[in-house]
């Protein structure tokens, strides 16, 4: 058996072009860039990936890896794959927005912690969020439902030079606001009743100077804070599931491919 250049040259198409955009998705997709995953398994889930969808890709066509036309593929397969992983990661910056608020209201915005998912610290009350937005998203199968977008998404817009336009990334950047008033939203059951509740005990301390309004305050401001968030748990997760289809909805629009 003789292999020649051009028959090398498909060969490392028909993986490489695929593994460049399943890469980018991995690197920023929500769970699966968690800090927590090392590196290389991370590198070996993409290539694992890539081998298994290899059989369900459109051919790839072969070009010189060293010419302008390459960079212009490559530069369009990560631009396709962050974009599909930004956007998830918008819907889960909406909880720590959300979180961000609650914990400003009831008092803890000084406890914080590491976000294993990103790698900063953020609010306790975010990172519980976070926690339970996680479980909520793989039992929705949404990584599966990623990974089958990301499969069409090579039907639709396959290995070109030509991707996503200008227009494109503009909805993407305009989209981000969606993050702030889904948090908002998440989290304006929480600020409303502790206004309320603010504003009873300041009535109170007014009526009882003698009341030592941070001996008291505090403490019960914390606790109807974790009521009302065990109370509210099931909306915030309904809202948060609301802004996840409308995210994988949004990735569906910008690639083409029917809902």
Known sequence: MSFTEALLNIWLAAF??????????????????SRQVPARYRISFALVLTWI??????????????????FLMVLQQVLIGLAMGFILQMVFGALVFGGQVMAYSMGLGFASMMDPQNGVQVPVVSQFYIIVAT???????????????????????????????????SEVVGWGSQMFSGGLLM?????????????GLGVITRAAPQLHIFAVGFPLAMLIGFILMWVTLPNVMANFR??????????????????
């Open 16 to 33: 490489i072009w695929p593994l460049i955009r399943i890469s980018s998705m991995v690197v920023a997709a929500p769970v699966l860039s």
């Open 242 to 259: 609301e802004l996840l289809e409308a995210g994988f909805a949004l990735i569906q629009r910008l690639l083409l491919i029917p809902g």
């Open 135 to 169: 479980l909520f998203f793989l039992v929705l199968n949404g990584h599966l439902l990623l990974i089958d977008i990301l499969v069409q998404s090579f039907h639709t817009f396959p290995v070109a030079v030509d991707g996503l336009s200008r227009s494109s990334f």
């Open 187 to 199: 989290a304006l059951p929480v600020m409303a009743a502790l206004l309320l509740f603010n504003f």
């Open 53 to 70: 969808l290899m059989p369900l890709l459109p051919p790839v066509v072969a070009v010189d890896f060293f010419s302008a036309e390459a």
